[in-house]
């Protein structure tokens, strides 16, 4: 039986479900520190702006900040020149979070913690527990002192004071132990985090208490971004993605709702990859046979996709959200971002890009010359992108 150590190495908020892909292959493998009771400090590595980043975000006024696997955390002025930092972990780090040019946390595996008082230029940490075996995925605080940190398992902590204390939160957020992948704030000051098994949940009082709200979609959800004053963008396994201008009117759930996978294959289709052993190719015959194998099996992986697309259109009309009109991609997706134009832009496996000049679900895709996955975006004041992932870190200009 796999390990619960070994399962959270893989359950990272853009790894779950995605295990085939070459771009989390360091996000999967089992984090160094978790044979490690006390953390070691990142190695500084001259590429460490070209290997693989998880996250971005602005740094206030001061710049921006990226962090991802080893530990790694690179600052920028304008996105387009990094520079590693010194950090105490090793452990892969998922998700940044400033509050201002300051104050900043970093969350990532051996339900790691980080804080930074000097806009990223020093880290301490703040929770390391490796023996817990499970990761942190997401970070959102209020201000300075009240914030929240997401992972793998249900797990959900948070801190009246910056961070110098966690407590784990009292009660379960769903009925089952899911993944709760990406925690995010709404404009008008409601809390919302997506995870597994369409598991969308909100907190309308800061935080203190929280209920099950119905989504659109039943499959995984990566990310939750915040649009506009109570809108936000919704994305996930399979380029499932859905927007709404108002989540206040999601109707709400029983504490209790089963949440387990519910969408039903086609009785065509099964859970099973038929084909190839893995063995290398005898003859041209063989090798025939396989590539046949192959394209049957990504035939089905688009029937799926097909069929889950049909399906949650149906569901997202019963609920506050718009399916966002990306079709006919199957590429998961794994970050966004609001644009000032009002719009946005989401990014995915294989360095899809979506965009939109406003909130609405039509989107257009964006052209990308660079190979590798992205994970994450973030706008610059002039209107271009800072995107990170497989590839590490680079400015996009938008057309």
Same mark, same amino acid.
């Given at each position: ?20 892909? &070459? ?14 009771? %006390? ?22 006024? &001061? ?37 201002? /040019? ?15 008082? %000097? ?21 959102? *605080? ?6 929240? &940190? ?39 000051? $409601? ?66 709702? $089963? ?12 859970? %099973? ?27 089905? #992986?688009?029937?799926? &996709? ?8 149906? =569901?997202? #009309? =019963? ?12 590429? +998961? ?23 939109? %000049? ?6 257009? =895709?964006?052209?990308? +010359? ?20 497989? /590839?590490? /870190? *680079? ?5």
């Amino acid at each position: 039986m796999k390990s619960r150590l070994t399962q959270a190495a893989a359950s990272s908020a853009l790894a779950i479900g995605l295990a085939s892909s &070459a771009l989390f292959s360091v996000a999967l493998a089992q984090d160094e520190e978790a044979a490690n009771t %006390d953390p070691r400090p990142a190695e500084i590595m001259p590429r460490a702006p070209f290997e693989l980043l998880l996250d971005v975000r602005p740094r206030g006024e &001061a710049g921006y900040v990226a962090v991802g696997a080893r530990g790694h955390i690179l600052l920028s002025a304008d996105g387009t020149e990094w520079k590693q930092v010194p950090s105490p972990v090793r452990a892969n780090l998922n998700a940044v979070e400033f509050v201002d /040019a300051e104050n900043g946390w970093a969350v990532g595996h051996a339900a790691t913690i980080l804080h930074t008082s %000097d806009g990223g230029q020093t880290w301490n940490v703040q929770h390391f527990d490796p023996e817990l075996e499970t990761p942190f995925l997401d970070v959102a *605080f209020l201000d300075q002192d009240r914030g929240f &940190a997401v992972g793998a398992y249900d797990l959900f902590y948070v801190t009246e004071d910056g961070g110098q204390t966690w407590e784990e939160y009292p009660d379960p957020l769903s009925a089952g132990e899911w993944h709760l992948n990406s925690i995010a704030r709404l404009g008008n000051g $409601d809390l919302v985090i997506a995870g597994e098994t369409g598991l969308l949940t909100r907190s309308q009082d800061g935080g203190e208490t929280w209920e099950l709200i119905e989504g659109p979609y039943t499959g995984t959800y990566f990310g939750v971004k915040a649009m506009g004053e109570t809108g936000a963008i919704l994305y996930g396994l399979r380029g499932h993605a859905f927007v709404t201008n108002d989540l206040t009117t999601a109707k709400v759930l029983p504490p209790d709702t $089963d949440l387990g996978y519910q969408f039903k294959k086609p009785p065509t289709m099964t859970d %099973d990859n038929e084909g190839s052993d893995g063995s290398d190719a005898e003859d041209p015959e063989q090798e025939a046979a396989e590539k046949v194998v192959e394209e049957s099996t990504e035939k089905k #992986k688009e029937a799926l &996709a097909e069929a889950e697309r049909k399906q949650a259109e149906e =569901q997202a #009309k =019963q609920t506050a959200w718009e399916v966002v009109d990306n079709e006919p991609s199957v590429l +998961s997706l794994l970050g966004a971002t609001t644009t000032r134009d009002g719009g946005y832009v989401i990014v995915g496996i294989n360095g899809v890009i979506w965009g939109s %000049d406003d909130s609405s679900a039509e989107v257009e =895709q964006l052209p990308n +010359s660079r190979e590798g996955g992205l994970t994450a975006v973030t706008e610059r004041p002039d209107g271009n992108l800072i995107m990170v992932g497989e /590839a590490g /870190a *680079f400015l996009y200009k938008r057309p």
